[in-house]
């Protein structure tokens, strides 16, 4: 026992110390062994690596620069190309790096190239809109799931593509763009690129020294400073300005690239390094008991099944010969405060069902009951608000908003659905049917001309005189599927004062319509075609 204390006391260089302390030959008996940090492997980065780095960083500014150029139009051919162009990156890398993935990742790879279509095909904003949130979704789930390194739900892999791992190898892009190949190590090669970049940095650092000089100098001399107000108007205002908005939009799309190009590499990265790396702590997220579950849900089912009945009576014995009683204030009030509710309740379910405790690998039988209960309450909602659109509609008329929120809420009667089918095939899974539903709805909305069919039924049920005339400001709001409509609604109208708002809607979207790389688009192109032959004269 001395003897080792004074071996230890011996030592004085307290990394030969740890070494010879963490080396099994040099256990001590009778001491605590300071145990080893594990070290991180090192990034290896190769040619492939740095074409995949670039390509990276390209998306990057692709993407920053469809943000900026379609926020009103919800992106065009550029757009298509961008997610388009994604989806390949993360598919090639995936299969560069190893990670093959499974069927499922597959048919996210198809879910994601139908969905990216879509820009080239519709001008419907909303549609594109939605289609840009799920794609950028779909790309991170697929990159993320083709190695998982565990097997937790759908929504806990989501949020780790999303918001750890592709964060735990930000910087990666920069050690592939940037590394030295071992073609490259002392060779010439690597003192040209070397030289290039020093000279290039050298330009940059002296721009604002001399622009500071060429002030001066032009304060001193008017024809020098007439020579370069000359330059600068002639120049610098065509070729100067779209410089440097580039220039600052690529320097604030970098993180973009930084982003697709980890979410990639990070996975590789755990793949290949699983056996040193630790891997993320795996917790328990059920621990709610199903008494507290089924206490939570009680108060709730009874107002509901209250709310549903009074609903119902309402509607089905009302006397409508009552000069009190209006289809149209009915209809009007509470539709989006149900479809709020609905939503709340789809949440609700959703956390309990995911943070009830299991009983033989599936919920307590009384959950489910109340599940069932309270499922079959929120469809009764979602009965009662459809029917308030509905009416609304046939009052009204069609508008892109009433359609849309019609659709989402029979999508949500779909996937409460399919909640109480989980209730006896526990093996259900929730998220991947509401993510295929979803992409086939989008998918179905991209294929059909919806603003185009309101547009049609508007003009059909006024002819009838069913509903009064949708206005111009309506009219408006329709996409570019809807114009071949009113193109050929001239025909069959007879209102002149109809007539003339259609005639100055159609020479209004020709001269304030403009097709560009940002917002091109089959439908689009196709009406600009029929909006040809209309002139202002």
């Not at 597959?106 to 994601?112: D, E, P, S, T, Y």
Request: aromatic share 16%; proline share 3%; glycine share 4%.
């Amino acid at each position: 026992m001395e003897n080792n204390y004074f071996q230890r006391k011996n030592f004085q260089n307290t990394a030969e110390f740890l070494r010879r302390d963490n080396d099994p030959s040099n256990v001590m008996n009778g001491y605590y062994r300071i145990p080893a940090h594990p070290v991180k492997p090192p990034e290896v980065y190769d040619a492939k690596d740095r074409l995949f780095g670039f390509t990276a960083i390209v998306l990057g500014f692709v993407m920053l620069k469809v943000i900026l150029n379609s926020r009103y139009s919800g992106g065009g051919f550029l757009s298509f190309v961008l997610f388009l162009g994604i989806a390949i990156f993360n598919y090639q890398y995936c299969n560069k790096m190893g990670m093959k993935g499974t069927r499922e990742t597959k048919a996210v790879f198809v879910i994601c190239v139908m969905l990216s279509s879509s820009f080239l095909i519709t001008d419907n904003y909303y549609v594109k809109t939605i289609d840009f949130w799920i794609l950028l979704l779909s790309n991170l789930y697929f990159v993320y799931a083709s190695y998982s390194s565990n097997r937790n739900s759908i929504i806990s892999n989501l949020f780790n593509a999303v918001l750890i791992s592709p964060f735990s190898e930000f910087g990666s892009v920069f050690g592939a763009v940037f590394h030295k190949t071992a073609k490259e190590n002392g060779n010439r090669k690597s003192i040209k690129t070397s030289a290039i970049v020093s000279a290039v940095l050298g330009v940059v650092f002296s721009i604002p020294l001399c622009a500071v000089v060429v002030v001066l100098l032009s304060s001193s001399d008017s024809n020098f400073g007439s020579f370069f107000e000359n330059f600068f108007e002639r120049y610098y205002r065509r070729i100067g300005h779209i410089i440097w908005v580039n220039f600052f939009t690529f320097a604030f799309s970098i993180p973009i690239g930084m982003f697709i190009f980890s979410a990639v590499y990070s996975r590789a990265y755990a793949m290949k390094n699983r056996d040193k790396l630790e891997s993320f702590p795996k917790t328990n997220c059920r621990i709610i008991p199903a008494s507290a579950c089924n206490a939570f849900l009680t108060p709730l089912t009874v107002i509901y099944a209250a709310f549903v009945l009074i609903q119902i009576s309402y509607l089905f014995n009302v006397d409508t010969d009552n000069v009190n009683f209006s289809y149209s204030d009915y209809a009007r009030n509470g539709f989006f405060e149900l479809c709020f509710v609905t939503l709340i309740n789809l949440s609700v379910i959703a956390a309990v069902m995911f943070f009830s405790k299991l009983k033989e690998k599936s919920l307590p039988l009384s959950v489910r009951v109340f599940t069932v209960i309270f499922s079959s309450l929120t469809i009764g909602l979602i009965v009662t608000a459809l029917v308030k659109m509905i009416m609304y509609i046939k009052i009204y008329g069609m508008t892109p908003k009433r359609v849309y929120t019609s659709v989402f809420m029979i999508y949500l009667f779909v996937m409460f659905i399919v909640l109480i089918c989980k209730q006896f095939r526990f093996g259900i899974s929730f998220t991947r049917v509401a993510y295929v539903l979803a992409a086939a709805v989008l998918i179905l909305m991209t294929i059909i001309p919806v603003d185009g069919l309101i547009a049609n039924y508007n003009i059909e049920k006024y002819i009838s005189g069913e509903i009064d005339w949708m206005g111009k400001s309506a009219m408006y709001e329709l996409d570019s599927s809807a114009i071949g409509v009113f193109d050929k609604s001239r025909k069959v109208l007879s209102d002149d004062n109809v007539l003339w708002e259609i005639d100055n809607y159609l020479y209004g979207k020709k001269h304030s319509r403009s097709i560009d790389i940002y917002n091109f688009n089959i439908s689009r192109f196709l009406s600009s075609q029929i909006l040809s032959k209309y002139t202002s004269e």
